[in-house]
């Protein structure tokens, strides 16, 4: 059974900390790896990841993929308040399958 | 652009009832998906299409239902609610094209089954 776990669940940092989030899978037919931000309502699109050890890079986030390990991390830098959402990673397996993990609620406190 | 547009945006439906949760695409993504949103448990994938004309069970399929008459619709129904389906849904579509590529939400629905 395919399955995506995130952690931590939840955390709490004050503004200007570092923070890495965890993704790890299990899936049948890895194709790629996808972190969302979810604020409010719909989900967005932060990164996909195809390659081991390349690392994707977006303003203060950051996010690489280890096939080996089966696992990615998101990393934070300076955080702020804006930054508080849940972080979502999916991991697409075969085609057109994309499995969710619990997500990691994080909340910035100023 | 509209992007992935789901209506209702919220409902409340009696115990027995039946629903269909809309969803339209204006993007002509071929692949689209329904996935409902839990506490604790994440995104899980109800049903999914490949392409008009397919679709596919995905983890928790039981008790809904999915049709895809052309690209840009992508309907849900619920038979016959229960409350357990109490949830918020969304619906999600991605360009495949058989590249690897994001899949892109609608603002999802909220349903409260009584």
């Known amino acids: 059974e395919d399955k995506v776990v995130q952690s931590p669940l939840s955390l709490v940092v004050h503004e200007g900390d570092t923070v890495t989030l965890n993704c790890s899978y299990e899936v049948t037919n890895f194709r790629s790896l996808l972190w969302y931000k979810q604020e409010k309502k719909a989900p967005t699109f932060l990164f996909m990841l195809?390659?081991?050890?390349i690392e994707k890079k977006s303003g203060r986030l950051s996010s690489i993929l280890d096939k080996k390990e089966l696992s990615s991390i998101l990393n934070i830098t300076a955080t702020q308040t804006g930054d508080s959402a849940i972080y979502l990673c999916?991991?697409?397996?075969?085609?057109?399958?994309?499995?969710f993990g619990s997500g990691t609620k994080l909340n910035v406190k100023p | 652009t509209a992007g992935i547009t789901q209506a209702p945006t919220s409902q409340i439906l009696a115990a027995g009832r039946s629903m269909t949760l809309r969803c339209t695409q204006d993007?002509?993504?071929?692949?689209m998906y329904w996935y409902r949103q839990d506490l604790g448990l994440g995104l899980r994938l109800i049903h999914y299409s490949n392409t008009a004309g397919t679709t596919g069970k995905g983890e928790v399929p039981d008790g809904y239902s999915v049709s895809r008459a052309n690209t840009d619709d992508f309907p849900l129904t619920l038979a016959s609610a229960v409350p357990s389906q109490t949830s918020v849904y969304f619906c999600?579509?991605?360009?495949?094209?058989?590249?690897?590529?994001?899949?892109?939400f609608g603002q999802g629905t909220r349903l409260t089954v009584v």
């Open positions: 999600a579509s991605s360009d495949s094209g058989g590249m690897n590529t994001e899949a892109f």
């Open positions: 993007m002509r993504h071929n692949a």
């Open positions: 999916a991991v697409e397996s075969g085609f057109n399958k994309f499995y």
């Open positions: 195809t390659s081991s050890g």
